[in-house]
C-alpha cells in the first residue's frame, strides 16, 4: 500500500488480485448481481486508488478497504432505494443472476438435476436471508462468517464499539435462525 | 454453567472467543441439557448453513479492466508528463525559472534606478549651474564681483 501510495501501478495491480476476491464476493452478498458486484468493486478499487494519500500505515489495511466496501454497499442501496430502482420485496427475493449462478454451482457439484434444482433454492434462500438483513448487521455477518474479520476488526470497519458489534452479530443470527428455519 | 449462562455464550463460543476452560463448561452443560442442546443446534445450525453460501470468483482480467478504468475515470495520471519524476522535474525547473526571473528583474530594476539618479543628479548639477549663471549675470550688471 505505501507503493500505491506513491503512485505505483504495479503494486496497486498486485493489491486488486490480492484483495478482489474478498471485495467482489463481500458486494456480491450485500447486492445479489454478481455484474453489479464486479462494477462495484472496480469503483471500490479506483476509491482506494484516488484515496491512498490519506491512508495511514498504522491502519490495517484491509479494515481500511472493507470501510470503503461497506460506505459503497451503503450508497449504493440508498441509491436503488432513492430511485425505487428495486423495491425492498424485489431486493429480497432471488434475482435471475442469483438463480443463474446457483445453477452453475449445482451443475458444477452435481450433474443430478433435482438435486442441482435443491441446492439452488437453499443458496437462494441463503441469498436472500443476509440481504434483509440492515446494512450494519449484514456487513458484521460477511467479514466475521466469510472474512474472518475479528469482533475488533469489525468495530473499526462499522466505526462502533465491541460490545455494539456483539450485539449486531446476535441479532443478526437471530434473524438468520428464523428465515432459515427448516432448511438444515 | 447454568442454562442462562450457556445461552449468553452462544456467540462467543461460535466465534471462539471461549477461554478454554469456559469452553469446556459450555460443552458439558450443552450435552447434558437437552433444552439447551436444541437452541445451540439450531443456533449454530443457522450459522453453519449460512456459511454455505457460495459467491462467484472474480471474472477472468478484473484486474486489467479496474486499471482501465483507472484510465477512463481519472485521464491525467495515465500521462507520462505527471508521473511523480517528471512532476517533481517540472516543479524544480519551475522554481528555478521564478528565482532567476526574480533575480534578473531585481537588476534591471537595480540598473534603472540608478540610471534615474543619474540622470536626477545631472539635472541638478544643470540646474544649480544654471543659478550660478543668473547670479553671476546679477552680479555683472550690478558692477560686483561675485
Redesign the interface.
Known amino acids: 500500500m505505501l507503493r500505491v501510495r506513491r503512485g505505483d501501478r504495479a503494486a496497486f495491480r498486485d493489491l486488486v488480485e490480492r484483495h478482489q476476491r474478498g471485495v467482489i464476493q463481500t458486494i456480491y452478498r450485500a447486492i445479489g448481481d454478481s455484474w453489479e458486484a464486479e462494477d462495484l468493486a472496480q469503483r471500490v478499487f479506483v476509491q482506494v486508488w484516488r484515496s491512498a494519500s490519506r491512508y495511514e500505515p498504522t491502519a490495517k489495511f484491509t479494515t481500511w478497504l472493507f470501510t470503503i466496501v461497506h460506505n459503497v454497499i451503503f450508497n449504493e442501496r440508498r441509491r436503488r432505494a432513492r430511485r425505487n430502482a428495486e423495491s425492498l420485496d424485489a431486493l429480497a427475493q432471488p434475482d435471475e443472476d442469483t438463480e443463474t449462478f446457483g445453477t452453475q454451482f449445482a451443475d458444477a457439484a452435481s450433474p443430478d438435476p433435482a438435486r442441482a434444482a435443491a441446492e439452488r433454492e437453499l443458496q437462494a434462500r441463503i441469498s436472500a436471508a443476509i440481504r434483509r438483513l440492515p446494512d450494519n448487521q449484514r456487513t458484521a455477518v460477511v467479514l466475521c462468517r466469510f472474512e474472518g474479520f475479528s469482533y475488533e476488526e469489525i468495530a473499526k470497519v462499522l466505526r462502533c464499539s465491541v460490545p455494539a458489534v456483539k450485539s449486531l452479530l446476535h441479532r443478526a443470527r437471530e434473524t438468520l435462525k428464523e428465515q432459515l428455519k427448516g432448511c438444515y | 454453567m447454568n442454562c442462562q449462562q450457556t445461552k449468553a455464550n452462544?456467540?462467543e463460543r461460535?466465534?471462539n472467543?471461549l477461554d478454554p476452560s469456559s469452553r469446556v463448561a459450555f460443552d458439558t452443560h450443552v450435552n447434558g441439557c437437552p433444552g439447551c442442546a436444541a437452541e445451540w443446534r439450531?443456533?449454530s445450525?443457522?450459522?453453519?448453513?449460512?456459511?454455505?453460501?457460495?459467491?462467484?470468483?472474480?471474472?477472468v482480467g478484473?484486474?486489467e479492466?479496474?486499471?482501465r478504468?483507472?484510465d477512463e475515470?481519472?485521464p491525467t495520471?495515465s500521462r507520462f508528463w505527471l508521473?511523480?519524476v517528471w512532476r517533481w522535474a517540472m516543479a524544480g525547473t519551475l522554481a528555478i525559472a521564478m528565482t532567476a526571473g526574480g533575480w534578473f528583474g531585481w537588476r534591471v530594476q537595480d540598473t534603472r534606478q540608478a540610471e534615474v539618479q543619474a540622470e536626477t543628479y545631472a539635472m541638478a548639477q544643470q540646474d544649480r549651474l544654471e543659478d550660478f549663471d543668473v547670479v553671476a549675470a546679477l552680479h555683472l550688471l550690478s558692477g560686483d564681483s561675485p
Open positions: 452462544f456467540d461460535l466465534d472467543q439450531a443456533y445450525g443457522a450459522w453453519t448453513f449460512v456459511g454455505q453460501q457460495v459467491a462467484p470468483k472474480p471474472s478484473f484486474a479492466r479496474t486499471l478504468r483507472l475515470t481519472m495520471q508521473a511523480p
